[in-house]
């Protein structure tokens, strides 16, 4: 699975990158002859998989938090009509986890499956900011926001805690990350407002998570409140269209310099046609929910390229990048993850299945959690 040792925008803050937490026993060096601050550096470059088969010592090293943190999968997952639960996949022990419960618990009052729309998935809205876990948007049993305040987990330390509390909460909203923070544009508050399906709102996590929402430069109408929509970080601009899949679309660009929203380029909007996701906010990848062909986006031809097709990535709903690979949640079988190696070449796919009984709301690629394997 995701195995990369390394990534600038995936290591824990700096004051646990240098605090020395390793939790051997002192008769165990991790490497005799050396101290254990140049054996840890030392074996920082050894892959994961070797470091976790080698020894127990090693193992703990791995997961310490001093040690770079290898990419793992973060997925909601629903068991029942309503539940909704939150794992952790360790690509280097192959388990599943659960992730400790957060603080009022959504699952009690969120809404996944309509009695009247049983056939169809109600959106519950998720992204990833600065390595960490937002859980922003979603519906009650009533129809109405179930998040007045977005839940945020951190791997880091294990734990959620409440973001601060949306200016107004919504569903059905255009949401994604770029540079730190976390955007919400448009959407259905608790009855449709032209004000609210006009406004995007900007929580910076990274410079000061403490502060709140504050407006940025709006949208020219509400058609952005027809669906729930992944906006994608990539080159320091927000990219999203008004509606999923092969459906004719608007496309928008936000510039964050500028603080304004410009027309989707053409080949763009041409080639949206399924879920996107970008790897470190650089390069973007496309699934065709039809064809099933992974294609990644040049900016310079305005044209997206081929990287694979396969069978396994028809109807694709939701996908995550990061690590190299990128995760795809499809409608057809969402009791399993499609992952494509994208550094490979030819790129290289493979299935990851869920627990038993459960199936993928969605699924996120960010560091794996401290202490997760010590045995």
Known sequence: MVTTATADSLTPPSSKRNKLALHHHPSSPLLPGLPDHVAQFCLSHVPPSLLFSVSRSWRRLLYSPSFPPFSSLYALLSSSSNSLDFFNFDPISSKWSPLPPPPNSPSSHLLIHHPSFLSRHLPVQSLTVSGHLLLLAATTYNLLPALPRPLL????????????????????????????????????GSFFSTDVARSVERWDFKSNGADGWEKVSGLKDGKFSRDAIDAVGWKGKLCMVNVKGHALKEG????????????????????WRGPVAAMDEKDMYVVDEISGSLRRYDSEKDFWEEVMESNRLKGAVQMAAGGGRVCVVCGGSRGEIVVVDVVTSPARLWVEPTPPGT??????VLPRMNGAADS
């Open 359 to 364: 199936e993928v709301v969605a699924v996120h």
């Open 252 to 271: 928008l660009v936000y510039d964050l310099e500028k603080d304004e929203w410009e027309e989707m380029p053409e080949g763009m909007i041409e080639g």
């Open 153 to 188: 987990f951190s791997p880091f330390s294990n734990s959620w805690r409440l973001a601060p509390p949306l200016p107004t909460p919504r569903r059905w909203c255009a949401a994604g990350a770029l540079h730190g923070s976390v955007y919400v544009a448009s959407g259905i």
